[in-house]
């Protein structure tokens, strides 16, 4: 009972006020009927002998008696549940202190900085990260309650922070610190509209990044040295200060005679005085931002007397000032000695042969303007390169970015000596244009061998993988292999074959064209053959030849760029060692694997597997060009002849006369227009460029044309343009479509395949 008469103390403030107050209240009461029962307990006691009075009074005392023992009962229970309730809130006290601990230690031991600010955006916490970034500037770390804005201009002021790039893309924003360290900040809000900041050292991810990007440029610049070495032109960039910054091994080669580098010397130091005041007045043009083409004599090495065509190119920055220029220098000696003796030729053969004095005046001023436009197309080209240069000096985009120009004179000049080739003007000249023609096709293989690889390089040509069959593709190959190999006194045989495949037949045909050559290049006297076999799903398609074969450790090499096996016996062909890395490209492209297997002293078989395909039932086999044996079916074949370029319109008009052809050329619609009735007069063929001028293209001109004419003339489309968009819409189009250079044979073939239709 001592419990029971217990005061009870005060009860704290707190959330278990009321309770304390309530179980004091019960305290009060049962005191005060313990005070009315011992009343009447004694009451009882004291009483006379009227029984019935007193007694009823203790039975009312009992009845209290077991009221005070009831409450007393719920006043114990009631401390009970708050002693529950005051151990539960302690538990959940240090429970919560246990999880804000375990929270600051997590954001204390991440190796992110860390900063928290409320939702008036001023600081609360931070982690020793952070505070170590301050401590190592020498910076006064910010204090609790500091506002962001306030933080961000201390990290500017104070040095704290060197360098601050951002870009929209990005995660976050990127500082250099005072110590060198990268760091990179995110942000995020909390659900209280707070701020969480993090720091992230990424300074091993930057000298990641500039590794991988010191790695690429040098592997460009390898790339660049590796082209501008074998480029047969002395190539080289002086600064503002005409200091040699730059140059390839010929031009090193060339000016460092001594055996001191020209690299790091100002020209007149590289020159000597009397030849730098020559060249003095074009390299202040050229300062003055000006672009130079000019000759200059020199003395080479021994001595002799050399012709060099030079050209000054300058190069602007940002704000348009030269900083510089490029120096291109070609060696054009023996051409002018070719002219010359040509000039030679053509006056002794003025002398013995009056009547072929016409024929012979336009040979040379054929020929002189062959080589005017070589000497164009060498500036465009060294203008082209340069510009490449100055965008990382690429050189698959500066070989694939010149092709059309390149390719505009080369054709002209096939056209000319084509024709000329039908005229007869005696041995010498005969042998003198045969020469012509020759370097032309050597000139026209190096050429879109290298602009081949560059466009594989620089992923301009994409593959348009189509189902077709091989019927046509393979008969028209052998038919223009099969005279190649006559010439050549070999045998080509052939095996047909009529499957249907699943690829590109434009890149397909090259691979076994670049077979084909190689197998005519090298096999001499003897046999090739061209044929398939059906694997499963696949087909192979071969090419065997009975040449000098190759080593079994060079049958990997092969297949590398500039790489060349001479066989044994075997003479020096002028190929750059091109066509089997271009076939490896290609194969990788389509997804076809190319493979090789040889015997030396007995041959070769060169395979590319090609898998099946299904033709679609309402989509006929797609065809290439259609080439029939030649016949002599030309004579008076109405052409209607569309070239920008007046130089291919008066060869191909030489060239089609000498066939038999009557022939109309003009350099527009509206200019052929004017010179025959477009809507009425026969014609049984229509020659354009796709190319021309005033933004203009053959397609258009064709349609111009067509469209006036109650039946549309048939269409031949001659183009440098290699993309498949333009493939296919030609195709579209129900046109006729041949690549330049334009190949005689070829030409013939299709207007024999137009008359007969």
Not at 464 to 469: L, P, S
Not at 641 to 652: E, F, K, S
């Amino acid at each position: 009972m001592a419990s029971l008469n217990s005061v009870p103390s005060a009860p704290s403030p707190g959330p278990d006020y009321d309770l304390s107050l309530r179980i004091a209240e019960l305290e009060l009461e049962n005191q005060r009927l313990r005070s009315i029962r011992d009343a009447l307990i004694v009451r009882v006691e004291s009483g006379t002998g009227h029984k019935p009075a007193p007694y009823a009074a203790f039975e009312h005392s009992v009845i209290l008696a077991e009221q005070v023992r009831e409450r007393t009962e719920a006043l114990n229970l009631a401390m009970e549940e708050l002693k529950a309730s005051n151990k539960a809130l302690s538990r959940a006290r240090e429970e919560a202190e246990t999880s804000r601990q375990r929270l600051s230690d997590a954001i204390e031991s991440i190796a992110d900085g860390f900063v928290l600010f409320d939702r008036d955006h001023c600081l609360i916490q931070t982690n020793s990260r952070f505070r170590s970034y301050w401590r190592h500037a020498g910076v006064p770390v910010p204090q609790a309650g500091t506002p962001i804005e306030a933080v961000k201009a201390l990290a500017l002021s104070s040095g704290l922070v060197v360098e601050e790039h951002s870009h929209e893309d990005a995660e976050g924003t990127v500082f250099l610190l005072s110590n060198g360290r990268w760091v990179q900040m995110t942000e995020r809000t909390t659900r209280e509209g707070g701020q969480v900041v993090l720091y992230s050292d990424i300074t091993d991810v930057k000298n990641s990044e500039m590794a991988r990007r010191i790695k690429a440029l040098e592997e460009s610049e390898r790339w660049i040295r590796v082209v501008t070495d074998h480029v047969p032109a002395l190539i080289a960039y002086v600064g503002a200060d005409l200091t040699v910054q730059f140059c390839n091994k010929v031009y090193q080669a060339w000016y460092g005679r001594n055996g001191v580098s020209p690299l790091g010397k100002r020209l007149e130091q590289v020159h000597s005085d009397e030849f730098y005041q020559r060249l003095l007045p074009q390299i202040l043009e050229v300062l003055d931002g000006h672009s130079v083409n000019f000759e200059f004599e020199e003395t080479g090495e021994h001595g002799e007397q050399r012709y060099m065509l030079r050209s000054y190119v300058p190069n602007r920055d940002e704000t348009g000032e030269v900083t510089g220029f490029f120096v291109l220098i070609r060696d054009i000696t023996e051409r002018r000695k070719t002219a010359i003796a040509l000039e030679q030729a053509y006056d002794d053969l003025e002398h013995r042969v009056r009547e072929r004095t016409a024929a012979l005046t336009g040979l040379n001023q054929q020929l002189r303007q062959e080589i005017s436009e070589r000497s164009a197309v060498e500036a465009r080209l060294r203008e082209a390169k340069q510009e490449a240069e100055q965008a990382n000096l690429s050189k698959t985009k500066f070989l694939a970015a010149v092709s059309h120009d390149l390719l505009q004179p080369l054709n002209a000049a096939r056209l000319f000596t084509s024709a000329l080739l039908e005229q007869s003007f005696g041995p010498k000249a005969e042998s003198l244009v045969r020469s012509v023609s020759t370097s032309l096709d050597d000139v026209e293989n190096l050429l879109g061998t290298l602009v081949d690889i560059s466009k594989l390089d620089a992923g301009v040509i994409t593959p348009d993988v189509t189902a077709f069959d091989l019927r046509d593709l393979l008969n028209n190959i052998a038919r223009e292999f099969r005279q190649m190999a006559l010439a050549e006194g070999q045998r080509l045989d052939f095996v047909p074959c009529s499957a249907v495949v699943q690829s590109d037949s434009q890149l397909l045909a090259r691979i076994l064209r670049n077979f084909l050559t190689n197998a005519i290049r090298y096999t001499g006297q003897g046999r090739i053959l061209l044929g398939c076999r059906r694997e499963h799903d696949h087909v192979l398609l071969q090419v065997w030849d009975t040449g000098p074969g190759i080593p079994a450790d060079k049958l990997t090499e092969i297949f590398q760029e500039f790489k060349r096996i001479r066989p044994k016996g075997a003479q020096a062909d002028k190929g750059l060692g091109l066509g089997l890395a271009i076939v490896d490209k290609i194969a990788r492209m389509l997804g076809h694997e190319v493979s090789v297997s040889s015997v030396e002293g007995k041959g070769s078989v060169f395979s590319v597997r090609v898998p099946l395909g299904e033709l679609q039932s309402a989509q006929p086999a797609p065809r290439g060009p259609h080439l029939p044996m030649l016949d002599s079916g030309l004579k008076g074949a109405r052409v209607w002849v569309i070239d920008n370029d007046l130089a291919i319109c008066q060869g191909m008009k030489t060239l089609l006369e000498g066939w038999g052809c009557r022939v109309t050329t003009a350099v527009s619609a509206e200019g052929l227009a004017g010179q025959v009735d477009v809507a009425r007069a026969p014609v049984d063929l229509i020659l354009a460029d796709y190319h021309l001028d005033n933004d203009e293209n053959g397609v258009d001109a064709v349609a111009v044309i067509n469209a006036q004419r109650s039946q549309p003339a048939p269409v031949l489309m001659i183009t440098a343009n290699y993309t498949n968009e333009l493939k296919q819409h030609i195709r579209e189009l129900g046109y006729l479509l041949m690549n330049k250079p334009v190949k005689p044979l070829k030409l013939r073939s299709v207007l024999n395949h137009v008359m007969r239709c």
